[in-house]
């Protein structure tokens, strides 16, 4: 029977150590800054969305793959991401990342110039594929990113960074709505694009001058047939997630799609034990799930973003239909939650180095429970206030979660394996937040449907099945018709509403469900230097 061989960690000047990537608060400070960029980009799609539309003529499917293409892409890339930073070097997998995003940002804003130029191209889709590429170089930056800061800070202080890098994220995010407002209402659509381009520059000069590259000496080759399976088995999994609301759940195709992916699954995990037993180098050595801690953060991660983006996706939907705000105001109405991270990571940082991951996380799933608690009982004319309360309560429960789970599973990894962790964090991020999307969007439908005939009373019974059903996909965005009478507004309305509620209440059960798994948390980073399983 083969046995995992244990390679001691080296101390030659190849081998980066934790504590050794240059000064630790100035890599802080570059990797920072090309997240950024991706933070503020996913923060202002979102807002310049009915812009594209008028301008580039566009459908919604069209607008859908704006988002779903760069999902794609990033979900599936974002594990052999980690895999190329891990051989070839963090840092310079880091720069190709910053310098592509940026590159592909600025050909999104001249997607209708491209169009010109290239026959049979139109501007929507110059768009979209530039998203795709997007995501890709995205996929890229993101694990460099932690796999950076675990190299650069000691075990001692990679909390402490881990809460100021949540800080900065927080701190985007809340900029976002608002600098995208501005530039959409003021300047153009495309200038939320070019604004990556300043912000790359810098981002790409820092971390020339700044950042120390690091590298595995003990992995030379990249693991083909792993990335094949994996890549496979992904773009299975979030293109079923993705298309399963317009195809049915129970459609063949759908069921197609996910038996495809259990298959490729079940080929990956039995290769990749395969290739550690015959001596190969793994995608994803599976003795990295020998530490509980990594798988637990792993299934901690994709619960809360499932919880999380799963019922935040629908209230820019009740701020702009429901309320009828602008893309601004709705941005201003989401703010406590954004800005609330800014002081809320650091103190999770904290409050993990001082009383554990367990009950820090724990903690803060109760309050994120509480928090989307609150959200369920919103009413149709919810003030500034009675919105704002869960919203600074859950980024107080949501800070100790992300800051927890991304320590725990990329400060338990080997410094040679942090690409991967980093990918693993990023990738199960990507799918709870779109399962969560998927899953509970179907779950409101539903509500939707069987509530919008009651709301609607006696004028139900005058409004033709194709006309009714037409409603009901209006109510999932909380938008009526133009020019129907008030009380069928009205019902739409409050079938949104309702729907509403019952997302959020799932998502209370999930975080509540979430807490109980961090009682299983094995605190305790794995020694630096300690012999590592590699095949």
Known sequence: MAHAKAVDAPSSPGRAKPGTGGNPWLVLLAVCLGVIMVMLDGTVVGIANPVIQADLKASLSDLQWVTSGYLLALAVFLITAGKLGDLFGHKRIFLIGVAGFAVSSVGIGLSAELADVIPGLSPIGALIGLRVLQGLFGALLQPAALALLRSAFPGEKLNQAMGAWGAIIGLSSAAGPIVG??????VSWESVFFINAPVGIIAVLMGIFLIKDNRSQTMARIDWLGVLLLSGAMFSLVWTIIKAPEWGWGDSTTLTFLAAFVVLIGAFIFWQGRAQKIGKQPLVPLSLFRNASISIGTVLMMMVAFAMFGAMFFLGFFFQGVHGLSPLEAGLRMMPMSAGMILASPLAGMAIGRFGPKITMGAGLLITALSMFLMSQLTIDASFIESGIPFVLLAFGLSPVFVGATEIIVG?????????????????????????????GAVMAAEISSRLPGHLGQAAQGIPGEQLTALEKAAAFGMAPPGVPQQITDAVHLSFMDGMHIAFLVSTGIALLTAVLTLFIRAGRKTEGAPVHMG
Do not use: R
């Open 181 to 186: 407002g501005v530039l959409v209402e003021n």
């Open 412 to 440: 338990n990894a080997p410094v040679e394996l942090s690409g991967v962790a980093g990918g693993l964090q990023q990738s199960a991020m990507q799918v709870g937040g779109a399962l969560g999307t998927a899953i509970l």
